[in-house]
């Protein structure tokens, strides 16, 4: 049962490359773009905006409301088009790990919608999601407390590894996959777990995951940085 | 912005963004946008974007064309590409929209549907074109159709082992398309006959008419929008949309 080496080549506690873009989608109050290896998320944020039906208003404060989709190709076999048992939860997840950070005390009555649409897929999509949505937050101007970075982690074979692909989480001989967000105190807001691990185990597989969202989180904050520097040039 | 600023800047032929009333934004298509499809590509018109993938499935042809494949265009105004959007069911506007390009394909036969069968009476493909808009401003129709006739003519089909579809890996075959059936959707407002609008004046069209054209030849037709037109208007309308064909075609070549 070891796997002694990566498909792509990787160290264990390497993740894919990646890149990310703000600003994607003009139509947006807030969007941003994250790739990591093959897999491509764009994230749309829209509001703070009124709350339709009413009495879904929350009079307190704003509500966030998230839908995580992928598009019919962005997947080997074609994924039929609208909601699925599977979005439904991973929107829900998402919801809840953006949440912590964000403060919408300001806007009662209001929601932010956030919506999340997988281009490609290559495993890991929800983090990337996450991540990309993150970005979009900023750039829509919602206060938050900090960024929220995601990857995933896990075991394959005998090694925890982190950012798993597609082939990975397939690998024939078992995988265990554990998507993991932080805020950027390394506080978990997402958490979920497929296969079968040690306590020891997952522990160590957060602390990858630790490292991994932090240099997650660089790479966002370098490209809104990079953005909003950009913007003051022109 | 003011809606009557529009029309009367269009009364004098002028646009807000400086554009003449027959003139397209600039257009730029890019393949390849999404690995797992069979084809893809994306279209942008100013910043207007859509992107389109076509996969394949196997499928069984209908009674009446044995020896035919068949096309599935389904368009998905996700709320990803504008305020307007909601979730839910596809609304009429993503019907209409995917049923225009369905349109042009299929009556145009850019695509021989006789190369879709696998084996007659059994077996055909199924080829399904999603259109997705990612930011809409303005000219949704133009563009999907240039980003779907570029799809398609980019996708190969998957390999079939042992009777099964492996979606992972493509053969080297694809589909010719024969013409470019591109279609220019003419706008008018305030008696001024205008194409690709953007967001802004999309609010203030009076009426719409697509069309599809190859080779000169007409193969679609939609008039949309709450205000008719006269047979002068269409006249003109399609005058337009042929001197247009060209210079769409050229970014599908």
């Not at chain 1, 093959?38 to 879904?56: C, M, N, Q, S, W």
Request: overall charge negative.
């Amino acid at each position: 049962m070891s796997y002694t080496k990566r498909n792509d080549g990787r160290k264990f506690d390497e993740p894919r490359k990646m890149e990310a873009k703000i600003g994607v989608i003009p139509r947006a109050d807030g969007s941003a773009m994250f790739k990591i290896g093959d897999t491509i998320a764009i994230a749309a944020v829209y509001g703070p905006r009124e709350l339709h039906p009413k009495f879904l208003q929350n009079p307190e404060k704003g509500i966030l409301r998230c839908n995580y989709d992928m598009t019919s190709f962005s997947v080997p076999e074609r994924k039929k088009p609208g909601p699925s048992r599977r979005g439904t939860e991973i929107s829900l997840v998402i919801e809840k790990s953006l949440l912590p950070v964000l403060d919408l005390n300001q806007f009662p009555n209001a929601v932010v919608d956030v919506f999340i649409e997988i281009i490609q897929a290559n495993a890991g999509t929800r983090c990337a999601g996450i991540t990309a949505a993150s970005m979009a937050l900023a750039h829509a101007g919602v206060p938050m407390r900090n960024l929220v970075s995601a990857v995933s982690v896990g075991k394959v074979g005998d090694k925890i590894v982190i950012d798993l692909d597609k082939s990975e989480e397939d690998y024939e001989e078992g995988a265990t996959d554990i998507p993991v967000a932080m805020n950027g105190d390394h506080e978990i807001t997402l958490l979920q777990l497929d296969g079968e691990i040690s306590k020891d185990e997952l522990l160590k597989a957060l602390e990858l995951a630790r490292k991994g969202c932090a240099e997650i989180d660089k790479v966002q904050r370098d490209t809104l940085k990079e953005f909003y520097r950009g913007i003051k040039d022109e | 912005m003011n809606n009557d600023y529009i029309k009367s800047l269009v009364e004098k032929g002028k646009r807000i963004d400086g554009r003449n009333l027959d003139e397209f934004r600039k257009i730029i298509i890019e393949t390849n946008i999404s690995k797992n499809a069979a084809g893809s590509a994306r279209c942008k018109i100013g910043q207007t974007e859509v992107i389109v993938g076509v996969k394949f499935d196997v499928g069984e042809p209908y009674p009446d064309s044995p020896d035919e494949g068949t096309i599935i265009v389904i368009a998905e105004l996700i709320p990803v590409a504008s305020p307007d959007f909601e979730l839910g069911p596809p609304s009429p506007k993503a019907t209409e929209l995917a049923r225009i390009v369905d349109r042009g394909i299929r009556e145009s036969k850019c695509i021989d549907f006789k190369k879709l069968c696998i084996k007659e009476g059994e077996k055909i493909w199924m080829a399904f074109i999603d259109i997705y808009p990612l930011n809409d401003d303005g000219n949704l129709i133009d563009a999907s159709v240039l980003a779907s006739l570029k799809a398609l003519s980019e996708a190969k089909f998957p390999k079939i082992v042992n009777d099964k579809v492996e979606h992972e890996s493509k053969t080297n075959n694809g589909l010719k398309l024969n013409k470019l059936p591109v279609t220019t959707t003419l706008y008018k407002i305030s008696g001024n006959i205008l194409v690709d609008v953007n967001n802004k004046e999309e609010q203030v069209v009076d009426s719409r008419l697509s069309v599809s054209v190859a080779d000169g030849n007409i193969h679609a037709l939609q008039k949309g929008g709450d205000v008719a037109l006269s047979i002068d208007d269409i006249s003109k309308m399609i005058d337009i949309a042929m001197k247009k064909e060209k210079e769409l075609a050229k970014f599908l070549k």
